[in-house]
């Protein structure tokens, strides 16, 4: 019965970090458009080794730091996630069902497909 009490102490506890850093974030850029090719998909290959560097680059230096860790565990070995679903879990953020703030402001959308190369260069997506 007591474990039910701490639960809202707890889910703040694990918000905070988030809307710690979303408080800190430097004013964005204007968003580049990125053309997407025919599909709907990312405009470069997903498994090109520089867009792979520059999403893990990122990864390290934002999203590692201040909230997922270092070893993003949700995505090694994961497989069956389609990119344009983490493209746009990463855009509009987690929209409710957890306390991931969106970054479609933050970052452009050449840059948010070089984090999802990254995630899926660790899974089998």
Known sequence: ???????????????????????????????????????GGPPFDLTDKARVAAGKARYQSGCADFCHGHQPALFIDRQ?????????????GG????????????FSPEEIWELVAYLKSLGQW
Request: charged letters at 15%.
């Open 80 to 92: 069956g996630l389609d990119p344009d679903y983490v493209y746009n879990t990463i855009r509009e």
């Open 95 to 106: 929209r409710g069902a957890t306390p991931m703030p969106p970054w479609g402001d933050v």
């Open 1 to 39: 019965m007591q474990t039910y009490r701490l639960l809202p102490f707890a889910l703040t506890l694990l918000a905070a970090p988030a809307l710690a850093f979303n408080a800190v974030l430097p004013e964005a850029a204007p968003a580049q458009e990125v053309v997407a090719d025919a599909a």
